[in-house]
Nanobody, 123 residues
């Protein structure tokens, strides 16, 4: 069982930056691939970024590539999402998730989800 708690969301102007954190409970965090997804009002949940259990492999949605960076610290049981050059289209609730794999871009691959943190980017 893994419990995930996101933090770091908020209101930021376009062009600004935020860093999201996702703290995980449990001693087996390092065995899980981790992902970030987001969901805007009236839209489906979409993949943002994923990272393998070791941190050696990452993947990104085209819409955030070059602006967002996913990383993890297994000693702290935490995964991060550094978001730079934010745009109004990035406004959404951001969720972190854990899966027993290398970090998938498919939401149905994930076993555990956090409660989400709101990110709002003003123009």
């Amino acid at each position: 069982q893994v419990q995930l708690v996101e933090s770091g969301g908020g209101l930021v102007q376009a062009g600004g930056s935020l860093r999201l954190s996702c703290a995980a409970s449990g001693r087996t965090f390092s065995r899980y691939g981790m992902g970030w997804f987001r969901q805007a009002p009236g839209k489906e949940r979409e993949f943002v970024a994923a990272i393998s259990w070791s941190g050696g492999s990452t993947s990104y949605a085209d819409s955030v590539k070059g602006r967002f960076t996913i990383s993890r610290d297994n000693a702290k049981n935490t995964v991060y999402l550094q978001m730079n050059s934010l745009k109004p289209d990035d406004t959404a609730v951001y969720y972190c998730a854990a899966e027993r794999g290398r970090g998938s871009s498919y939401y149905y691959a994930y076993d555990y989800w956090g409660q989400g943190t709101q990110v709002t980017v003003s123009s």
